[in-house]
């Protein structure tokens, strides 16, 4: 079992970047594939990026987030990041750090074993 927590959300202006970070609890971090989902009000948590078990393979979900959002985790740290840069009003929304236990990346939020509680992000204009 694993236990996530995220940081590093707030308020920036549009434009603005914004380091999240998920710290897992536990001994085992490297088996879990890792991703980030967001939630926005009134809409479904959607798949925004994932990495791989050793870092070495990344995927971002979306045009609208490529070029702007990097994952990427540090096994010994027990974290895994994503760098937001370029933000967007539309990029408001609740960040949410996930742990599969599979093999290969996933966007489906039900492949995901552990959630952690979230991290809220707000872009003004």
């Known amino acids: 079992q694993v236990q996530l927590v995220e940081s590093g959300g707030g308020l920036v202006q549009a434009g603005g970047s914004l380091r999240l970070s998920c710290a897992a609890s536990?001994?085992?971090?490297?088996?879990?594939?890792m991703g980030w989902f967001r939630q926005a009000p009134g809409k479904e948590r959607e798949f925004v990026a994932g990495?791989?078990?050793?870092?070495?393979?990344?995927?971002l979900h979306a045009d609208s987030v490529k070029g702007r959002f990097t994952i990427s985790r540090d096994n010994a740290k027990n974290t895994v990041y994503l760098q937001v840069n370029s933000l967007k009003l539309e990029d408001t929304a609740v960040y949410y750090c996930a742990a599969r236990l599979g093999l290969y990346v996933s966007v489906r939020r039900e492949e995901y074993d552990y959630w952690g509680q979230g991290t809220q992000v707000t872009v003004s204009s």
């Open positions: 536990g001994r085992t971090f490297s088996t879990y594939v």
């Open positions: 990495i791989s078990r050793s870092g070495g393979n990344t995927y």
